[in-house]
């Protein structure tokens, strides 16, 4: 039986993670956290060392930048809850995965495509495996300008198409706004 899905999306520092964290350390437990990121610079390395020391100390950690049902199928002593923050840096990954420097194309666009749905499926097969809850933390890139980059206007397409599905899935979700969740899904009532 699989548990349920909460989808946490907003904008640069909104309070995405830390309102996600919260959820997770409220709901079953124990809590496992995926983390998606690689500390490719300084300023990287500096966001993941913030994350980490706000984690509590009994929640076990998982870093895959990508395959994330994968890494999750099968886990020993299986959580009550999984926090996989974040689905962004994971589409990040597959696209310079699969274009690399190259401007991305058709191809491109369709291989980000199936590369994100396979992630979608798999991830969400774990789930149904495990029997654990699932909240994801995910980036709302469609409010501010139009990318001026080829690459930065796939990265934005391709997120908000995973968005969408995974919206369309979760029993929950959550816009963060300056630091304020707003429920979404299920509607407020009257």
Known sequence: MSGRLVLVTGGARSGKSRFAEELAGQGRQPVLYLATAEAGDDEMRARIREHQRRRPRDWRTIEATREVGRALAGVPGPPGTVLLDDLGLMVTNRLLELCGDAEPNHETVAALDAAIEDEIDELRAAQAAGGWDLIVVTNEVGLGIVPATPLGRVFRDALGRANQALAAL??????????????LKPAAGP
Do not use: F, M, N, W
């Not at 979760?170 to 429920?183: C, S």
């Open 170 to 183: 979760a029993d929950e979700v959550y816009l963060l706004v300056a630091g304020i969740p707003l429920r």
